[in-house]
Structure formats: C-alpha cells, structure tokens
C-alpha cells in the first residue's frame, strides 16, 4: 500500500526559472494539502485540493504559485520566476475526505534550492 | 489567532531515561491534534490523533495524552532509534493543520 509520493525528492533551480513539484496522493485519498517548511520553522499551510478543484489556496503566494489537482495525474505545485526565499521543503499530505479532524498523511518532500 | 507551541525545543536524553514532551495550543474549538515524528530529510510521519480531553493513545514507548490547553507526549524508556523531531499540529473548525516548531530528541546509547 504505496503511501503518498512526491518528486522530485531534490530541485535545484537558478532564479527566474520555473519549480514544478509533484504529489501523488495515497491510494484511496481524493484530498491534496500542500505544505512548506522553512529551516528551524514548523510547517505552514499553503493550499487545499480536490480533483479539479481549489477548495482553498489562502496560504499560497498570490503571485508566481500556482496549484493543481487534475482529474488524471498527480498534484502539481508550480513555482514560476523562482527567487531565494523559495528555498524550502515543500510536503504534500492526503486523506481519504473532508473531514476537519480527518488525519493527513505525509509524503517525503521536494526540497528546493534556489541558486 | 490559533497557535501552538512545543517545548523544549530540544532534548537529550540517555537511553532509558523516560521524559515529556509539551505542546501547548490556543485555538477556537478543536477539533483534532495530531502527533508526527519527523526524521532529517524525511516527511512527517504520523503517530497520534486525539481528539478530546482525557483522551490517550499509546504505541510501544510512546504515549499521547491531551488536556484542554495543552497535550503531553511521554516517552518511556527510550532508544536511540527514538531520535527524531516530534511535531504536534492542531485542526480548529477547518481542515488547516496548525504545526508547532518541534522538539527535537536525541536518545544517547
């Protein structure tokens, strides 16, 4: 029973470039939560998906992120015009539904350096 | 605003030597807190969800326990290979996870 699965594990991007991070949820799981953690900070909310839907993005930069979740195919974070403060690693988590105390499962992580 | 906090931010302990980890939250209505271990370069695995006061969960040398401020997570007689950082998150009303810092435990063989 695969869990949840992200990739790239590692991303080295000059600035200006584009980032995209992938997430394939657990089997089962139709809820896709992204997450960014800073070095010596907890993890920060960052965007909340269904198949085809944006159910809430209010912890994502307005400008240059972009998230999807299509009906084929894994969660894509994109990151365009990559700058420093971009640096970070970046988790996926998935449930199974849409429950405020459902628990999220966590994949490994996309860390990103931005040269 | 909804806020947790984990202490100590660090801890050593020496193999055996049982200890507590804090997570302290203020948040309107909880719904649910959730303990993770995290090791380096990994994501954060799941231990623990509780879900009311009074509330305990075990599983093997780990024990999470939650009041209405604050949650302990009791290590008893720990290992080496209970090295880690442990992250406590909080949901209150939405599906938001809320995460405090991490305590990071270092068990000395």
């Known amino acids: 029973n695969a869990g949840v699965m992200q990739n790239p594990r590692h991303l080295v991007r000059r600035r200006g470039q584009e980032a995209r991070l992938r997430c394939s949820p657990m089997?089962?799981?139709?809820?896709v939560y992204w997450y960014r953690q800073l070095p010596e900070e907890g993890l920060k909310f960052m965007v909340y998906l269904q198949k085809e839907n944006i159910i809430d993005e209010s912890g994502m930069p307005k400008e240059r992120f972009s998230a999807e979740f299509p009906k084929e195919g894994p969660s894509i974070l994109r990151i365009q015009q990559v700058v420093r403060g971009d640096s970070a690693a970046y988790f996926c988590?998935?449930?199974?539904?849409?429950?405020?105390?459902?628990?999220?499962?966590f994949g490994p992580g996309t860390r990103l350096l931005v040269l | 605003e909804d806020q947790v906090t984990q202490s100590p931010e660090a801890l050593r302990l020496q193999e055996g030597e049982s200890s507590s980890l804090n997570c302290s939250y203020t948040?309107?209505?909880?719904?649910?807190l959730f303990w993770y271990r995290q090791d380096p370069g990994k994501g954060p695995e799941f231990l623990f969800t509780l879900y009311s006061a009074g509330e305990e969960k075990e599983k093997e040398r780990l024990k999470a326990t939650l009041t209405k401020k604050e949650s302990f997570l009791h290590i008893t007689a720990p290992k080496p290979e209970d090295s880690a950082t442990y992250l406590c998150?909080?949901?209150?009303?939405?599906?938001?996870?809320?995460f405090g810092t991490g305590t990071r435990l270092k068990v000395l063989a």
């Open positions: 988590a998935s449930s199974p539904i849409e429950l405020a105390q459902e628990t999220q499962y």
């Open positions: 998150a909080v949901i209150s009303g939405t599906y938001k996870y809320i």
């Open positions: 948040v309107s209505g909880l719904r649910g």
């Open positions: 089997k089962g799981h139709s809820h």
